[in-house]
C-alpha cells in the first residue's frame, strides 16, 4: 500500500464497518489480541536478571548452532503473478483495463488490481467499504475454473524449470533452479528473467520474482519490485545479514498480525535484527520451535531442502461467497469445493486420511472441525461423503466460507 494515505483508509473502514458483523468481529479479535500482549508482559515482568542472564546464554549458544546450518548453495525462485484473479480478468475482457477492478462481490473480495490497491482496496476487504475508498470500483465475480485454467499454463511453465516446484496456491510457487543454473551456466537473474518472459508468452499474464539462498528470503524479495519485476538477493552471508536487518518482522511468512502485535507490544521487536537482540526474551517465553524460528528469521534462514526431501503433508481448498443460511446451496458450495480439491490430489498424486472442514460464519467467526478416516482418501465422493458430516452437524448456520 506503498503511497496510499493509510490514515484516511483507516478512518473509511472504521466508519463503514461500525457496527457490522466485520466489525464486531474485528474488535473481537483486537480484544483477544490485547488479552495475549497484557499476559506476555505479565510472564515478562517475572523474569529476574538471572533468568535473564541464563537465557541469554542459551540464546546465544543458538544463534551460533543455527547459523552454523546456513546453506548458501541453493539458488531458490518465489514466483508470484501480479493481481492474479485482477489480471486474468482483464486478460478475458481487456475494457477492464487501467480501471480500478476487484475481483468478488460487496460482502468481500478477493483480490483487486493494482489501480485499484492505490485507492486502499486490498484483499479480503468488504467490498461496500472497498466502494466507499474507491466509488469507481468496478466488480468481477470470481471465476475459479478460469484462474485454475490460466494457473495450470503456468504450472506447466514452472514443471519445465523444476518438476518438484512447490506450489501453495494457485498464483504463486517455489522453484529450486541451482541444477538448472550450474548446468547452462546462468545466473539466478538471468533464469529469473526468463521464467518471467516464458510465463508472459504462454499466459498473456505477468510475474514477479525473487531470487535467494532460501525460500523464506526468495518470498520476501519477490514483493519488492512488483509488479512485473524480480530482485535479487546474493548467495553471501553479509548480504543476506545486511537485507535482513532492517526488514520489518511484518514481511516474513510465518509473522501474522498476532505474533508482529505481541513482539512489537511485548518486546519492542519490529525489524529482523531486533529478534538477535532480544533473544534471551524469546526463549525464555516462547517454544523452543517459535524461538528458533524467530532466531533463524533474525540470522535470515530458511528452507533449503532439495526437492527429493521434500514430503508434502497437506493439501486445501476453500471458496469465499455471499453469506447463506440456505442449506441446499452449502451443499452445492461443498460438492464444488471437493471436486476442486479431488482433481489437485490427483494431479499431485495424493491421498489423505485426516479431513478438516473449515468454516467462517457471517459473524466472521473461524471454526475447524475434523475427522480421521480409517482409510485414505481422494476421490471426490469420498471427500463429499465425509465433509457433508461434519457440514451437517454445524446446521442451520450462515456462512461466507468453506
Known amino acids: 500500500m506503498d503511497g496510499v494515505d493509510k490514515e484516511k483508509v483507516q478512518r473509511v473502514v472504521y466508519e463503514m464497518s461500525k457496527g457490522s458483523k466485520y466489525f464486531e468481529n474485528e474488535e473481537r479479535k483486537e480484544?483477544?489480541?490485547?488479552?495475549?500482549?497484557?499476559?506476555?508482559?505479565?510472564?515478562?515482568?517475572?523474569?529476574?536478571?538471572?533468568?535473564?542472564?541464563?537465557?541469554?546464554?542459551?540464546a546465544d549458544k543458538r544463534i551460533l548452532e543455527l547459523d552454523s546450518t546456513r546453506d548458501l548453495s541453493r539458488i531458490w525462485l518465489h514466483v508470484d503473478m501480479d493481481a492474479f484473479y485482477a489480471a486474468?480478468?482483464?486478460?478475458?475482457?481487456?475494457?477492464?483495463?487501467?480501471?480500478?477492478?476487484a475481483v468478488g462481490s460487496m460482502s468481500m473480495i478477493s483480490t483487486a488490481n493494482y489501480e485499484a490497491r492505490k485507492f486502499g482496496v486490498r484483499a479480503a476487504m468488504p467490498g461496500f467499504i472497498a466502494h466507499k475508498l474507491c466509488p469507481d470500483l468496478?466488480?468481477?465475480?470470481?471465476?475459479?475454473?478460469?484462474?485454475?485454467?490460466?494457473?495450470?499454463?503456468?504450472?506447466?511453465?514452472?514443471?519445465?524449470?523444476?518438476?518438484n516446484f512447490m506450489s501453495a496456491s494457485l498464483d504463486e510457487a517455489y522453484l529450486d533452479m541451482t541444477k538448472v543454473c550450474e548446468e547452462r551456466s546462468?545466473?539466478?537473474a538471468e533464469i529469473a528473467e526468463e521464467l518471467r518472459s516464458r510465463v508472459h508468452e504462454e499466459t498473456g499474464l505477468t510475474c514477479s520474482v525473487g531470487v535467494a539462498p532460501n525460500r523464506l528470503l526468495a518470498k520476501v524479495c519477490s514483493d519488492i519490485n512488483k509488479p512485473n519485476g524480480q530482485f535479487v538477493l546474493p548467495?553471501?552471508?553479509?548480504?543476506?545479514?545486511?537485507?535482513?536487518?532492517?526488514?520489518?518482522?511484518?514481511?516474513?511468512?510465518?509473522?501474522?498480525?498476532v505474533t508482529e502485535n505481541i513482539l512489537k507490544g511485548v518486546f519492542g521487536i519490529n525489524t529482523c535484527e531486533e529478534m538477535l537482540?532480544?533473544?534471551?526474551?524469546?526463549?525464555a517465553l516462547f517454544s523452543h520451535s517459535s524461538s528458533d524460528f524467530f532466531l533463524s528469521v533474525g540470522l535470515g534462514l530458511g528452507g533449503t531442502d532439495t526437492p527429493e526431501a521434500r514430503f508434502r503433508?497437506?493439501?486445501?481448498?476453500?471458496?469465499?461467497?455471499?453469506?447463506?443460511?440456505?442449506?441446499?446451496?452449502?451443499?452445492?458450495?461443498?460438492?464444488?469445493?471437493?471436486?476442486?480439491?479431488s482433481a489437485d490430489m490427483q494431479k499431485e498424486g495424493l491421498s489423505g486420511r485426516t479431513l478438516t472442514l473449515k468454516l467462517k460464519t457471517a459473524s466472521f467467526e473461524v471454526r475447524t472441525r475434523a475427522v480421521t478416516l480409517q482409510k485414505y482418501i481422494s476421490s471426490s465422493d469420498d471427500i463429499l461423503k465425509h465433509a457433508s458430516n461434519l457440514l451437517k452437524a454445524e446446521l442451520p448456520i450462515s456462512l461466507r466460507l468453506i
Open 88 to 101: 486474468v480478468e482483464t486478460l478475458s475482457n481487456p475494457s477492464l483495463k487501467g480501471k480500478p477492478m
Open 235 to 257: 548467495n553471501d552471508r553479509m548480504a543476506v545479514i545486511t537485507f535482513i536487518s532492517s526488514l520489518p518482522i511484518r514481511k516474513i511468512g510465518g509473522i501474522g498480525k
Open 186 to 188: 546462468i545466473t539466478g
Open 31 to 58: 480484544a483477544l489480541i490485547r488479552q495475549k500482549i497484557e499476559h506476555m508482559r505479565a510472564r515478562a515482568a517475572k523474569l529476574s536478571a538471572s533468568d535473564l542472564s541464563h537465557y541469554q546464554k542459551v
Open 138 to 163: 468496478i466488480f468481477v465475480p470470481t471465476d475459479f475454473k478460469k484462474y485454475t485454467y490460466y494457473s495450470d499454463l503456468t504450472r506447466k511453465v514452472f514443471w519445465d524449470y523444476d518438476p
Open 277 to 283: 537482540q532480544k533473544g534471551s526474551f524469546l526463549c
Open 313 to 341: 503433508k497437506s493439501i486445501s481448498s476453500e471458496r469465499t461467497f455471499s453469506a447463506t443460511e440456505d442449506a441446499a446451496l452449502l451443499y452445492q458450495k461443498l460438492a464444488d469445493i471437493a471436486q476442486m480439491l
